[in-house]
Nanobody
Framework: QLQLVESGGGLVQPGGSLRLSCAAS????????MGWFRQVPGKEREWVAC????????NYADSVKGRFTISRDDAMNTMALQMNSLKPEDTALYYC?????????????????????WGQGTQVTVSS
């Protein structure tokens, strides 16, 4: 059974950086597309970024484009989200997700419905 565990969240000042990690166990991530989502209380889960099988393609939500970078290390069975120039509106619970059948394109890999496996989330708070 695939399990995903996020880490790296915390409190950071506006303009600061954080690096989130997602570690997988139970299965190799090599053939899975993966994504990051975030959610604040009372709102729907929002897609942040995705990365395809083998990292051949990446896509980002407009709100984070140019500030966040998604990457994967299949040898280590991990995925990361480097977040720079953080803003208060980036405050949320961040989730990683994986699925062996979705892609990461302009139309796929951007909905929670595209992913079967989820982590428990890591909190990111951007505040002065």
């Amino acid at each position: 059974q695939l399990q995903l565990v996020e880490s790296g969240g915390g409190l950071v000042q506006p303009g600061g950086s954080l690096r989130l990690s997602c570690a997988a166990s139970g299965i190799r991530l090599t053939y899975y597309s993966m994504g990051w989502f975030r959610q604040v209380p009372g709102k729907e889960r929002e897609w942040v970024a995705c990365i395809s099988y083998r990292g051949e393609s990446t896509n980002y939500a407009d709100s984070v484009k140019g500030r966040f970078t998604i990457s994967r290390d299949d040898a280590m069975n991990t995925m990361a989200l480097q977040m720079n120039s953080l803003k208060p509106e980036d405050t949320a619970l961040y989730y990683c997700a994986a699925d062996p059948f979705t892609a990461c394109t302009v139309i796929a890999g951007r909905s929670p419905r595209d992913y079967e496996y989820w982590g428990q989330g890591t909190q990111v708070t951007v505040s002065s």
